[in-house]
């Protein structure tokens, strides 16, 4: 089965980077989408970014200019680069795949997920 593994979380002071990484094992939708999505305590999970089959992005406002989504050449790990952190931008990370289709911003739009790892912006 598909497996999303994330790992590059941390605690960084406020205008600080990080850089977060999710592996994407076994994952042969051609025409799927990788997403980032991110949940704070008390919060609902939150939409990010995303990347499609053919590389283009797309960002929440509130992370736009700040985090860039990309991928490896072999499409076997997903990256979202942090830059300029806020203690806003706390939370738990997650990567995401569907099965293709529609590269939404809804969770339930997801059929894959990772375990998530915590950034912590202080």
């Known amino acids: 089965d598909v497996q999303l593994v994330e790992s590059g979380g941390g605690s960084v002071q406020a205008g600080g980077s990080l850089r977060l990484s999710c592996a994407v094992i076994?994952?042969?939708?051609?025409?799927?989408?990788l997403a980032w999505f991110r949940q704070a305590p008390g919060k609902e999970r939150e939409w990010v970014a995303a990347?499609?089959?053919?590389?283009?992005?797309s960002y929440a406002d509130s992370v736009k200019g700040r985090f860039t989504i990309s991928q490896d050449n072999a499409k076997t790990t997903l990256y979202l680069q942090m830059d300029s952190l806020k203690p806003d931008d706390t939370a738990m990370y997650y990567c995401?795949?569907?099965?293709?289709?529609?590269?939404?911003?809804?969770?339930?739009?997801?059929?894959?997920w990772g375990q998530g790892t915590q950034v912590t912006v202080s």
């Open positions: 076994r994952y042969t939708y051609t025409d799927g989408c």
């Open positions: 990347i499609d089959s053919d590389g283009s992005t």
């Open positions: 995401a795949a569907d099965m293709g289709g529609y590269c939404g911003t809804a969770p339930d739009l997801y059929n894959y």
